[in-house]
């Protein structure tokens, strides 16, 4: 069993930056990709970013190509999510999530996912 634990998030102004980790416990996830989602409230859990197994490659939302990177770390079982320029659209709740797969495989749908964090709370004021 694994488990996901995120952190990082706070309440920023439009314009900053923060540092999403995901550190995972109890399984090596350095076969897998991993991914970061978010939720906005009232709105669905939408895709955020994801990276295969190695790092070689990567993958973005559209709403946040440029902005925004990921990166793991298999040493440490971490995951990060650099947000650069950050908006208020961005405010929601981050979580990272472990796919089933090394590769990137059908990244953005949630179901490709299996162990999901609880989530961290990113607030983008104007």
């Known amino acids: 069993q694994a488990q996901l634990v995120e952190s990082g998030g706070g309440l920023v102004q439009a314009g900053a930056s923060l540092r999403l980790s995901c550190t995972i416990s109890?399984?090596?996830?350095?076969?897998?990709?991993m991914g970061w989602f978010r939720q906005a409230p009232g709105k669905e859990r939408e895709y955020v970013a994801a990276?295969?197994?190695?790092?070689?490659?990567?993958d973005y939302a559209d709403s946040v190509k440029g902005r925004f990177t990921i990166s793991k770390d298999n040493a440490e079982n971490t995951v990060y999510l650099q947000m650069n320029s950050l908006k208020p659209e961005d405010t929601a709740v981050y979580y990272c999530?472990?796919?089933?797969?090394?590769?990137?495989?059908?990244?953005?749908?949630?179901?490709?996912?299996?162990?999901w964090g609880q989530g961290t709370q990113v607030t983008v004021s104007s």
């Open positions: 109890g399984r090596t996830f350095r076969n897998y990709a």
């Open positions: 999530a472990k796919s089933k797969t090394a590769p990137l495989l059908h990244t953005r749908l949630a179901g490709t996912y299996d162990y």
């Open positions: 990276i295969s197994w190695n790092g070689a490659s990567t």
